[in-house]
């Protein structure tokens, strides 16, 4: 019976990490400085694809 206290607590405070865990994961993602860094590094990846794809295409032409 003792055991299942101690499981009991240990799992409750498991639950409490990951819930704070969770939050601040969600503050992180949804805050404006990280979605301005993923707006210009999704911009510069799209650039560098559209690049890539026309010097291809430039390439099979020659």
Do not use: C, P, W
Not at 14 to 37: M, P
């Amino acid at each position: 019976m003792n055991d299942h206290i101690i499981h009991t607590r240990e799992s409750m405070v498991a639950e409490r990490i990951f819930f704070v865990a969770g939050k601040e994961f969600t503050d992180h993602l949804t805050s404006r400085k990280f979605l301005v860094i993923l707006a210009l590094l999704l911009m510069l990846t799209l650039l560098g694809m559209h690049r890539g794809v026309d010097r291809y295409n430039q390439d099979l032409e020659s």
